[in-house]
Structures are given as C-alpha cells and as structure tokens.
C-alpha cells in the first residue's frame, strides 16, 4: 500500500474511534493550536487565540471556541485581573484526547518502520 492511502486510513480511523472526528477541521485545528500552546503558568486569553493561531477569521475562532466549550474541550473562566478578558484552559479531556491521537499516531509510524 503507498503511503498516502496509510495516511488516509489512519486518518479516517482517528475519525471513527476519537471525538476529533465529531469536530470541524478548523475546529480541529483550533484545538491543537490550544494544546499545543497552552502553558500552565501563563494564561491564553481568547484575543491570544484571534490574533496568533491563524486558523480562521475573528468570527469563525469565537464559533469554532464556542464549539469546543460544548464537547467538554476547552474551559473559559474570566480574568480577574481584567474582566474584559477570558482565559481559555484545555479541559482534561482534551488532553486525553490529544494524547490518544499522539499514541495513534506513534503506533501507525512504529508499524511502518522498515
């Protein structure tokens, strides 16, 4: 089999077995960009997530948010210092979700290693 039709099928597996496949590509997308730059100890403010992750228009991020916060994805709570602000946090969930994709992935590699 070449491997674009391995990819495929990886890729339509983790869309069959994991909620990333009930989600949008850009939602999608915007999720990882969160995962990937979320850092404990700094907070993301949703203008953050507009303004870097380049993933889609200011409308569509806030659509694409609002969806993530209904599957259980991402947390929003109000910044205390600023009000005005919301900071978004990856629920465990998400993390789970990006670490089964990540072995998924690892073990689709370690399976075609010659």
Same mark, same amino acid.
Request: glycine share 2%; charged share 25%.
């Given at each position: 089999? @070449?491997?674009?039709?391995?990819?495929?099928?990886?890729?339509?597996?983790?869309?069959?077995?994991?909620?990333?496949?009930?989600?949008?590509?850009?939602?999608?997308?915007?999720?990882?960009?969160?995962?990937?730059?979320?850092?404990?100890?700094?907070?993301? +403010?949703?203008?953050?997530?507009?303004?870097?992750?380049?993933v889609?228009?200011p409308?569509?991020?806030h659509?694409?948010?609002?969806?993530?916060? @209904?599957?259980?994805?991402?947390? +929003?709570?109000v910044?205390?210092?600023?009000?005005?602000?919301?900071?978004?946090?990856?629920?465990?969930?998400?993390?789970r979700?990006?670490k089964?994709?990540?072995?998924?992935?690892?073990?689709?590699?370690?399976? +075609?290693?010659?």
């Amino acid at each position: 089999m @070449n491997p674009w039709l391995n990819l495929r099928t990886l890729l339509e597996a983790v869309a069959q077995t994991t909620e990333m496949g009930q989600l949008d590509e850009r939602s999608q997308r915007l999720l990882e960009w969160v995962v990937e730059h979320h850092n404990p100890s700094e907070p993301t +403010f949703v203008q953050t997530i507009v303004t870097e992750s380049h993933v889609a228009s200011p409308a569509t991020v806030h659509k694409c948010l609002s969806i993530l916060e @209904n599957h259980g994805l991402l947390h +929003f709570q109000v910044d205390t210092i600023d009000t005005r602000r919301r900071i978004v946090t990856p629920t465990d969930k998400a993390m789970r979700l990006i670490k089964k994709l990540d072995e998924q992935v690892a073990s689709w590699a370690n399976a +075609f290693k010659g």
